[in-house]
């Protein structure tokens, strides 16, 4: 499995931004069971911070209570990209964006989200400046 995140850059605080996670290797083919994804963040000097994520079956979605409903997580249709949109930014968002996926297939009855040592794969990292 391979993720690779795009959209990172340089807003102006109050914009808004949208990053990507492109993930190739997983396989879709049982509804009821799916992957984790997720997004966290890391900023210079902080240490790594689950922002939110989504399970591939089912699109349900968790957020960290510290982005109080600024960030919004979805899937594509075909479930093979994530998104991560980003509304009102701020300098407190600058950090650099990683998407993660678990290795393991989770069936409907878990609630979740797992914890961040479930997420075997990662992506290269977004870097995302806010001023």
């Known amino acids: 499995v391979q993720l690779v995140e795009s959209g990172g850059g340089s807003v102006q605080a109050g914009e808004s931004l949208r990053l990507s996670c492109a993930a190739s290797?997983?396989?879709?083919?049982?509804?009821?069971?799916?992957?984790?994804m997720a997004w966290f963040r890391q900023a210079p000097g902080k240490e790594r911070e689950g922002v939110g994520g989504?399970?591939?079956?089912?699109?349900?979605?968790w957020y960290a209570d510290s982005i109080k409903g600024r960030f919004t997580i979805s899937q594509a249709i075909t479930k093979s990209t994530m998104y991560l949109l980003v509304n009102n930014t701020t300098p407190e968002d600058s950090a650099t964006y990683y998407c993660?996926?678990?290795?393991?297939?989770?069936?409907?009855?878990?609630?979740?989200?797992?914890?961040?040592?479930?997420?075997?794969?990662w992506g290269q990292g977004t870097q995302v400046t806010v001023s």
């Open positions: 993660a996926g678990t290795r393991r297939r989770y069936y409907r009855g878990y609630r979740g989200p797992p914890p961040a040592n479930e997420y075997d794969y």
């Open positions: 989504i399970r591939t079956n089912g699109g349900g979605t």
């Open positions: 290797g997983y396989t879709y083919d049982d509804d009821n069971s799916g992957y984790f």
